[in-house]
């Protein structure tokens, strides 16, 4: 599924990986996902509290060490597990491997990220912000900052989700991230 992560916090070193850092194939990353060779595979990236990340569907991807972060997806409850770091969840190799995008992934992507499935942008409120009600069901999510949203009071990850229509009034100080399905 198509995905992509907001960075909240990053301890030191902290890293995901994005694709591979060369092409490579479907033999290879079988024997990687096998013999645990498959970390050293991918192209690991540093990341720090604001990076965005932006990761397509079949990108083999994991989420390193020293990291709190905000995923929004494509609606769907497929997972294909290549490998588990000694973690006992099921693997779903043939599968993965078969969809996997066997090359390097840019990642990195800038705010607002608009594809198919989702658009999400930053939201910044200092102050009172009135919004004509949106015309679809919207999502917002407190990156940081105090306030209420339509009287209610909202603090760092909390999610408010609002149907459409329906007007929006914040107050206060705060980022979020806006989201919705376009």
């Not at 850092?21 to 720090?48: F, H, Y």
């Not at 912000?129 to 949106?134: G, T, V």
């Not at 459409?164 to 919705?180: D, F």
Request: proline residues 8%; negative net charge.
């Amino acid at each position: 599924k198509t995905e992509m992560w907001h960075i909240l916090r990053a301890g030191p070193g902290a890293k995901i990986a994005a694709g591979f850092r060369e092409p490579t194939t479907q033999d290879a990353v079988r024997d990687g996902a096998l013999s645990g060779t498959i970390e050293a595979m991918l192209n690991w990236v540093m990341v720090r509290p604001g990076d965005t990340i932006f990761i397509p569907a079949g990108t083999v991807h994991a989420i390193g060490a020293g990291l709190a972060l905000c995923e929004i997806q494509q609606h769907s409850d497929i997972t294909y597990r290549l490998y588990d770091y000694g973690r006992q969840r099921e693997l779903h190799l043939e599968k993965a491997i078969e969809v996997a995008s066997l090359g390097p992934c840019p990642a990195r992507a800038a705010l607002p990220v608009r594809c198919p499935y989702f658009h999400t942008e930053r939201f910044e409120v200092r102050g009172e912000a009135n919004k004509d009600p949106f015309d679809r069901p919207t999502g917002l999510i407190v990156l940081a900052g105090e306030g209420l949203v339509n009287g209610e009071p909202f603090l760092p990850g909390e999610v408010y989700e609002l149907p459409a229509g329906e007007e929006l009034t914040v107050r206060g100080a705060g980022t979020m991230l806006r989201t919705y399905i376009p």
